[in-house]
């Protein structure tokens, strides 16, 4: 009874069009097809860092970053679905797939950005050790936010569990399960961080056949496994769906050249953050004051440049361009220079 052409008579008899190859052994019976983009464990995998990524087959991959770029937190109804199959958030997931890439720059913008606030608040209030080098002005700003969803599908495609019922008796059926057809369907949407358009949008999917006829049919067998996107079977489905998904949104955007954005590498940009000193964030058209008398508007963004007025304090300024070596570019009363950030605040 328990042989490969025994199981398909029976799968058969029960409305089943096909099946993967069955073992019979005599431990238990699982047959499990292997999802179309990977073999064993979930496609994604591996890991990433300023140096490059491993692990990261199946992806589309970007000789440099097209722009930095933000993942949406899924919404609560979301995760209590996918908590139906013992899965947690795919964001980490899809965090990991973007940076393997090298496509875009990842920002933390999820649950990390409350513990970065903290650090900011520490050193804004003088806690932080001194050289921390934290403040404001050195966050890369997303251009880009990426939404993503899932519906997650598995329909009964024959009741397996109940044809071996019937052939094996009453005990066999209560530990049998069933023949399942699976499918998950995903998407991806992209959008532009400064002007709020929606830019790109993709779908990715994954089918699987999968059978369980339980470990226990014949004795032994265990309880089942810990969830998750590597070692469920959904979880596995889920993740190879994200990663077609991905794929379908570099395409789009390395297709465009109006959509990528002038970022440096993540070695670079990681770097700069470290190195670039805090400043005040300043806006274009922000009215700034001197703290004190004497400040001095200079022609460029350097100590040792030609001073063109001394300032008094309480003197307004606007912010006419961007913040360059620690000093910011404003307009006076009398003309246009640099002063140096920590000598001027908002008025």
Same mark, same amino acid.
């Given at each position: ?25 005599? @431990?238990?019976?699982?047959? #499990? ?12 995998? @591996?890991?990433? @860092?300023? $140096?490059?990524?491993? @692990? ?22 979301? !995760? ?20 393997? =890439?090298?496509? /875009? ?36 700003? +997303?251009? /880009?936010?990426?939404?993503? *969803? ?11 569990? *109940?044809?071996?019922?019937?052939? /094996? ?30 830019? +790109?949008?993709?779908? *990715? $999917? ?6 369980? !006829?339980?470990?226990? !049919? ?23 769906? /994200? ?6 949104? #570099? ?6 050249? =109006?959509?990528?954005?002038?970022? *440096? ?9 470290? &190195?670039?000193?805090? $400043?005040? #964030? ?10 004190? +008398? ?9 100590? &040792?440049?030609?001073?063109?007025? &001394? ?18 570019? #404003?307009?006076?009363? &009398? ?13």
């Amino acid at each position: 009874m328990r042989n490969e052409r025994t199981w398909r008579a029976i799968l058969a008899g029960v409305g089943v069009a096909a099946i993967s190859t069955a073992i019979a052994a005599q @431990g238990g019976v699982t047959t #499990v097809t292997k999802p179309k983009q990977g073999q064993g464990g979930s496609v994604v995998q @591996g890991g990433a @860092g300023t $140096s490059g990524s491993q @692990g990261d087959s199946g992806l589309e991959h970007c000789e440099k970053p097209m722009g930095a770029i933000a993942v949406h937190e899924v919404q609560d109804e979301m !995760l209590g679905y996918l908590r139906r199959y013992s899965l947690t958030s795919p964001i980490p997931l899809i965090r990991l797939m973007i940076q393997q =890439s090298n496509c /875009f720059i990842v920002v933390e913008r999820g649950v990390g950005m409350q513990n970065m606030a903290q650090e900011r608040q520490l050193a804004a209030s003088g806690q932080a050790r001194a050289g921390s080098n934290v403040g404001g002005g050195q966050m890369v700003a +997303a251009d /880009f936010v990426l939404t993503p *969803g899932v519906v997650f599908s598995e329909n009964n495609a024959g009741g397996v569990g *109940g044809g071996v019922a019937n052939y /094996f008796g009453r005990t066999a059926g209560a530990v049998a399960g069933g023949l399942k057809f699976k499918e998950a369907q995903t998407s991806m949407l992209l959008a532009d961080t400064r002007s709020g358009v929606q830019v +790109a949008a993709a779908e *990715g $999917s994954t089918k699987k056949a999968d059978l369980h !006829l339980g470990g226990a !049919l014949w004795g032994g067998g265990s309880a089942g496994s810990a969830g998750g996107y590597g070692n469920t079977n959904e979880g596995k489905i889920i993740a190879a769906a /994200f990663m077609d998904n991905y794929n379908n949104i #570099v395409k789009v955007v390395r297709g465009d050249a =109006s959509l990528q954005r002038n970022v *440096g590498t993540l070695k670079q940009e990681a770097a700069a953050g470290g &190195t670039k000193k805090a $400043s005040a #964030v300043f806006n274009e058209g922000d009215v700034l004051t001197p703290k004190i +008398a004497g400040v001095k508007l200079l022609s460029d963004a350097s100590d &040792t440049s030609k001073a063109l007025a &001394t300032l008094a304090r309480g003197e307004e300024l606007v912010v006419i361009g961007g913040d360059k070596d620690g000093f910011i570019n #404003v307009q006076g009363t &009398t003309a246009s220079g640099w002063v140096n950030i920590v000598l001027v605040q908002k008025r």
